[in-house]
């Protein structure tokens, strides 16, 4: 299951089956920027024996993965199916859902929404096998 509306989105957790996270994208500040970076602002490129790279300041990395997507994205909140219950906990990381723009707890209300309801119907349908 994948739910975007804007900038929020819930997703299927890579970590643990049947569970699900919502995140907030945002533009990658490093995206397109890895010459500028060099050239500009004094970071070395530095390879690693796994032949990946990164670039290097003042004892701040920053992997080259980082410059590969035009966005980027945080976990604001997990999504537990209880099946004991049967419900869907939620379990948010921080403060984070508190930092959102008002436009932006209204998304993730309604992803959040969604969300919970196609989780509560598989439940309903793994629970009747």
Known sequence: MN???DNIECRQTIYKEREYEIVKWQVNQ???NEEK???EDGYTKVKYDNGDW???KDFHTINSS???NP???YVIAWLKPNRKEPDVNMETVGSRMLEL???ELSTFMRVYRIAHELIME???ENESE
């Open 3 to 5: 739910i975007r509306i």
């Open 30 to 32: 490093y995206y397109g």
């Open 37 to 39: 970076m060099i050239n």
């Open 54 to 56: 990164g670039l290097n």
């Open 66 to 68: 980082c410059f590969k």
């Open 71 to 73: 966005e980027t994205c």
């Open 101 to 103: 723009e008002q436009s």
């Open 122 to 124: 598989e439940m309903r």
